[in-house]
C-alpha cells in the first residue's frame, strides 16, 4: 500500500541508513565531509559519487527533511533553504534575468512584495502586481519577457483565493511556470500540483515546523514544467544529464550555493519534529477557525470577518471547488476603528500579539503598522489591509478557551 501523508510524516525522523539503529535521523552538525582519497573527492564534485562535501550544498539532516517534502506534494525534489524569503528570492534570481517581468498577486506577503517591487528592481526586473483572484488580470498583463507568475493559495494578509486551475492553464499556453506560496494551507489540504502548479514555494517556519521554533523555507520542484523547452536557457546547458531535474540541479548547484542560502541541520531536525504531526494538526487549526469565523460573523462588535471557509464569503465557492472546503487557520476581523482594533488586542489574555501565523499557539496582530507598516495606505488597502483590521493565526488550544478569550475582549470593547 502506498503510504499516506500521515504516515509519511509520522516516520518523518526516521534515518534512510541508519548507523546504530537509531530511529531518528541525527543532527549532522558538520561543515564538510572527507573523503578517503583525492579521486573521491573529484568524483564527489563533480557528480560522479554521490554523497556529500559542504553543507552550504546538502546535508543529510536536511537531504531528510527534503525528501519528506518533496513526497507530500508528490514533487520531483525539494531544496530546503534558510527562510521562505530566500526561497523565493533564490527561485526569482535563478530564473529572472534583467529585462524580465513577473506578475504576482497583489494581497500576499508584504516581505515578498518588497522583494518583487524593491530589490529584484534593483537588478532591472519588472513586477507587475495585480488582483489575481480575477484570473482576466493576470492574462492581460502577460507580456512576451513575462517569466513567472506567482500567487499565494490563500492570500496572507488578503485572503483572496486565485483560481489557481485557470492560472496553471494561462501559465502553460504562456510557456512559463505557475509558483504557488503554499505556506497558509500546506499540503496536508492541498497538493498545489494537484491543479497544475509548477514549482511550491513554502515557509517551514509556520504550520509546518508548528511551533515557533525554527525559520526555514522550501523550494519544490512539481516536475510539471518542461525546463528543456522553456524559454531559460540557463537550463538548457545539461538536459541530458539533469533530464527532468534540470532545474533542481541549477537551483542547488548554482544559485543556491552561490547565494549561500542553505538552511542548518539544525533547524532541519527542529522542523522535521513538527512535520510528524502536520495533518493532525492542520485537522484541528481548521476546525478551530471555522468556528472561530462562525462566531465572530454574528458578533455584534465585529463589523465584517474574512475567512474563506465562511458561507457567504466571496471566496466561499471557489474555496469549495478547490479545496474541499478547507481553508487554512488565517482570519482577518474588522472592528469599529483603529482605536478599537487596538483595545481589542490590549485586551487578550490567553491569545499572544506576535507576527508569525502557523504556531500552536492562537497570535493576533493589527498588521497596518506592525508588518506592514513600510508601505503606503494605497498599498496596504491594495493588500486588502485597513486600519480596523485584525489578524488572527487560530492555533490549537480548545476551541472554547480561544473564544472565551476573544468573548472577554470583544466585551470590554462595548464599555
Ligand atoms: C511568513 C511568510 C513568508 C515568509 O516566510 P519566512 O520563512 O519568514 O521567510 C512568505 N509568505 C507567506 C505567505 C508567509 O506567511
Known amino acids: 500500500m502506498r503510504r499516506s501523508p500521515a504516515t509519511i510524516q509520522a516516520h518523518a525522523t526516521m534515518p534512510d541508513q541508519a548507523l546504530w539503529g ?44 527534503e525528501q519528506n517534502l518533496a513526497a507530500l506534494d508528490d514533487g520531483l525534489g525539494c531544496i530546503a533553504t534558510a527562510s521562505e524569503m530566500a526561497a523565493i528570492a533564490a527561485v526569482a534570481i535563478g530564473l ?53 507568475i506567482f500567487v499565494e493559495t490563500i492570500g496572507n494578509p488578503r485572503l483572496d483565493v486565485p483560481d489557481i486551475p485557470a492560472l496553471a492553464a494561462l501559465a502553460r499556453k ?20 494537484s491543479l497544475g502548479a ?11 515546523c508548528g511551533f515557533g521554533t525554527a525559520i526555514g523555507g522550501a523550494i519544490i520542484d512539481t516536475g510539471l514544467f518542461d525546463w528543456s523547452a522553456g524559454p531559460f536557457e540557463q537550463l538548457h546547458k545539461s538536459p541530458e544529464r539533469n533530464g527532468p531535474y534540470a532545474f533542481l540541479a541549477y537551483m542547488r548547484n548554482v544559485v543556491c550555493r552561490n547565494l549561500g542560502s542553505c538552511l542548518a541541520p539544525w533547524n532541519c531536525f527542529l522542523i522535521n519534529q513538527g512535520l510528524q504531526t502536520l495533518s493532525m494538526r492542520m485537522a484541528r487549526h481548521v476546525e478551530n477557525a471555522s468556528y472561530l469565523a462562525e462566531y465572530l460573523a454574528v458578533h455584534k462588535a465585529v463589523k465584517r470577518v474574512r475567512y474563506p471557509g465562511l458561507p457567504g464569503d466571496r471566496f466561499y465557492e471557489r474555496t469549495r471547488r478547490l479545496f474541499g472546503g478547507k481553508a487554512g ?59 480596523d483590521m485584525v489578524r488572527i493565526s487560530v492555533g490549537l488550544e480548545p476551541f472554547e478557551q480561544i473564544c472565551e478569550d476573544v468573548e472577554q475582549a470583544l466585551s470590554r470593547l462595548a464599555r
Open 198 to 208: 509548477d514549482i511550491v514555494v513554502y515557509s517551514a517556519s509556520k504550520f509546518i
Open 329 to 387: 487557520a488565517i482570519l482577518c476581523i474588522h472592528l469599529a476603528d483603529r482605536q478599537k482594533a487596538f483595545e481589542f488586542l490590549d485586551g487578550l489574555k490567553l491569545i499572544k500579539q506576535a507576527p508569525n501565523i502557523g504556531d500552536s499557539k492562537t497570535l493576533a496582530i493589527h498588521p497596518a503598522p506592525t508588518i506592514l507598516w513600510q508601505f503606503d495606505k494605497d498599498q496596504r488597502i491594495k493588500m486588502g489591509v485597513t486600519d
Open 22 to 65: 537509531e530511529t531518528v535521523t541525527p543532527v549532522y552538525q558538520t561543515t564538510a565531509f572527507s573523503q578517503r582519497s583525492a579521486q573521491d573527492l573529484a568524483d564527489l564534485f563533480q557528480g560522479r559519487l554521490p554523497g556529500y562535501n559542504y553543507s552550504r550544498i546538502a546535508n543529510p539532516t536536511c537531504t531528510n527533511l
Open 96 to 148: 529572472l534575468r534583467s529585462g524580465d517581468h513577473l506578475i504576482a498577486a497583489n494581497g500576499i506577503f508584504g516581505g515578498t512584495i518588497s522583494l518583487f517591487v524593491e530589490t529584484l528592481a534593483w537588478m532591472g526586473i519588472r513586477t507587475e502586481l495585480v488582483d489575481a483572484s480575477d484570473t482576466q488580470n493576470v492574462e492581460r498583463t502577460i507580456t512576451p519577457r513575462t517569466r513567472m
Open 174 to 193: 504562456a510557456g512559463i511556470p505557475l509558483v504557488v506560496d503554499n505556506t497558509v494551507m500546506t499540503s496536508a489540504l492541498f497538493k498545489p500540483k
